[in-house]
Every structure is written in structure tokens, then in C-alpha cells.
């Protein structure tokens, strides 16, 4: 199940040589991963799936803030074969496959390519920073908001400027 879950992440991501080497930590990280999404899944669950307008609820209980964009875009890659034959009830294994296309497992070795750093959802170090925002972590301190406003218009002063050069 793994190898072949790590090929179709890769070859939807546009990698095409999809050889798997299997790490047994790459291994164990990803079955607590499916474990953990199974769970949460359960959880959600009301009759024979989750309904399309929930994926976002879901992804969220497991620890995952993507925009509704994201989700849409994941979607047709998964989904991209016929779209009539899905209905909007969502089972268990194609969400968690959305949830590891969206967010590869260790063993895939990609880059992820889905998640862009923003002002309002950061990704540092390959990790969301918006779940910190979201949970209130004592590491984060009131800003500044001279300084805020003084790097803001800095960047956008930066930007003009490059702006007009390259014009």
C-alpha cells in the first residue's frame, strides 16, 4: 500500500521516476500518519462518508490548514480521471489520499509544491505556520506595528522599484 500511495503522489506531482526505496522510518512515519487521518476521519464520518463542503473541517482536525483553493486544486489532480464518477460524498481512502498528495509523507522525497508561503498562511520550513496562529502558541509576540508598517512599505516600495526597471 505504501509504495504504491508514494507513486501515485509522485506521478501526480509530475515525477515520473518513482522508484521507492523503503526507509522503515519513512515507513513508520507514514502508518502513524494513515493511522492518526483514519481516526479523525472516523470521527467525521456520518453515514458512508464526509461530503465535499467538509474536507476543509477535516484537514483542519488533523492538523492541515489549506485554503479552499488548495482543496479544489487537490481534488481535480485526484480526481482528474472522471470527474462524473465522483460524487460528493468523499470516502475514507480518497480523502486521506488528498490529505498525502497534499501533504507528501517523508518517503516521497518532494518538494511540496501546493503550499506557498504567505502573509496570512506562512510555511516555514516546509511546515504551516498558520496552525500556531490558529492555537495561540506562546512563541508568538504581539508585533510592532511600526515595524510591521515600515517592512510592509518597504516591500512595496521594493517592488515598485523593481517594477519599473524591469518596465
Request: hydrophobic content about 35%.
Amino acid at each position: 500500500m505504501y509504495c504504491r500511495q508514494i507513486h501515485r503522489i509522485k506521478h501526480r506531482l509530475g515525477l515520473w521516476r518513482t522508484r521507492q526505496i523503503i526507509n522503515f522510518a519513512e515507513l513508520e512515519e507514514w502508518m502513524d500518519r494513515k493511522k492518526f487521518y483514519e481516526t479523525m476521519f472516523a470521527k467525521r464520518e456520518y453515514w458512508q462518508g464526509l461530503e465535499r463542503s467538509e474536507l476543509l473541517k477535516f484537514f483542519n482536525d488533523c492538523g492541515h490548514f489549506p485554503t479552499q483553493q488548495q482543496i479544489d486544486q487537490i481534488w481535480d489532480l485526484v480526481h482528474k480521471d472522471n470527474h462524473e464518477k465522483y460524487s460528493e460524498i468523499i470516502k475514507k481512502s480518497n480523502a486521506i489520499e488528498m490529505l498525502f498528495t497534499l501533504y507528501p509523507p517523508q518517503g516521497a522525497h518532494v518538494q511540496n509544491r501546493q503550499l506557498k508561503s504567505t502573509w496570512l498562511r506562512p510555511v516555514v520550513n516546509g511546515e504551516e505556520g498558520y496552525k500556531y496562529i490558529v492555537s495561540g502558541h506562546p512563541i508568538l509576540k504581539r508585533a510592532n506595528i511600526q515595524i510591521v508598517g515600515k517592512l510592509v512599505s518597504t516591500s512595496i516600495r521594493e517592488r515598485k522599484m523593481r517594477q519599473r526597471y524591469v518596465s
